[in-house]
């Protein structure tokens, strides 16, 4: 059992029922969830100690939020209280052609105007055998990127492993201001989860082969390559999206440590909610690298174990271990288990 750190900000989702657009909708169903708290809950039930750092603001919309992460037995002794509000966003499930819709409505957060004094990083990460961070945290205000950049320097002065999911959101920056912070931040990253768009359009850098003359996993692996001599990873990974509608996806994974790449094999997926697929990858691959697990092996698991989210409302994956290797081992008949 490792201890796993993951750092970031929890908020309040409020999704229409059913497919309903937000013009319909006379309520929301209430979730708590966001990427690092997705991955950090994701991680519990597989097994791990997970400690998740943030800032929530002292009143019981906080108290709920923290408790949404006790209940899957995430340690939450490093989340402090304070600040004006709690992070909220609203969701309008897709159907079909018409895609999913979000709404935010996160300024002056707890967790956006959180301070790195207010955080003890030789106490946090005092034992840790990983720490995972994703882009949206110093996507939410220069003080969060501040914060992120801190963490990740002490992580990597006591030696904790260290993974850090690109997960860009327009809504939330540009890809200008995205690139400066990313620039900044990922030196100090072992295992990087992105795209080849991430690295084209966010690093700015170059195919070394025209994508449309190419094929998809030469372009794909040019670009880690790249990545991994700039930054210095030790591997990088990414999910693989087939958008053949708001309904139906085709999901894969691939990966590459400089040696060897790899994909895996690709999973027809009938989507109940596509929010939370890129954390419930992250987990997963984080599980079977801390594990000792070769990047294959990691892959598959995480490759499944998102597959299997997409299956789930709300933000947090709540399959098992097991579910996950029953589906790796290629059970994908959807049989009533009795």
């Known amino acids: 059992m490792a201890k796993i750190v993951t750092m970031g900000e929890i908020m309040l989702?409020?999704?229409t029922p059913g497919y309903q657009k937000f013009i319909q909708a006379d309520n929301f169903e209430v979730n708590y969830g966001g990427g690092e708290a997705n991955v950090c809950v994701s991680l519990a039930r597989f097994g791990h100690k997970t400690y998740f750092v943030s800032k929530v603001p002292d009143?019981?919309?906080g108290e709920c939020a923290v408790a949404a992460l006790r209940k899957h037995d995430v340690n939450c002794e490093y989340i402090i209280k304070g600040g004006e509000r709690l992070g909220i966003y609203?969701?309008?499930?897709?159907?079909?052609?018409r895609p999913s819709n979000v709404v935010y409505d996160r300024a002056h957060s707890s967790m956006s105007e959180a301070a790195i004094e207010e955080f003890d990083f030789d106490t946090i990460f005092k034992g840790a055998d990983w720490f995972h961070l994703s882009g949206?945290?110093?996507a939410i205000s220069d003080k969060a990127a501040d914060l992120a950049l801190a963490a990740l320097q002490k992580a990597r002065e006591l030696g904790v492993k260290v993974?850090?999911?690109?997960?860009?959101?327009?809504?939330?920056?540009?890809y200008e201001k995205a690139g400066k912070v990313m620039t900044e931040l990922l030196p100090y990253v072992d295992v990087c989860i992105g795209s080849k768009e991430d690295a084209i359009y966010i690093l700015g850098m170059t195919p070394s082969q025209k994508p449309d003359g190419a094929l998809a996993d030469d372009v794909t692996k040019d670009m880690f390559?790249?990545?991994i001599e700039r930054f210095g990873f030790q591997c990088m990974a990414g999910t693989m999206r087939e958008s053949y509608s708001a309904s139906d996806n085709g999901w894969s994974a691939c990966i590459y440590d400089g040696k060897e790449f790899y994909h895996t094999r690709k999973y027809d997926m009938r989507i109940v909610d596509r929010v939370g697929g890129g954390d419930s990858f992250a987990a997963g691959l984080i599980c079977g690298l801390v594990e000792g697990k070769g990047i294959k092996e990691a892959l598959d698991f995480a490759t499944a174990a998102s597959a299997l989210k997409h299956t789930i409302p709300g933000d947090v994956n709540l399959v098992t271990r097991s579910e996950v290797e029953r589906l790796m081992n290629g059970d994908a008949s959807g049989k009533v288990q009795r």
């Open 90 to 97: 609203y969701l309008e499930p897709g159907a079909s052609m």
């Open 59 to 61: 009143n019981p919309i």
């Open 136 to 138: 949206i945290t110093p």
């Open 163 to 174: 993974s850090m999911d690109f997960n860009y959101r327009a809504k939330l920056w540009s």
């Open 13 to 15: 989702r409020l999704s």
């Open 225 to 227: 390559q790249q990545m």
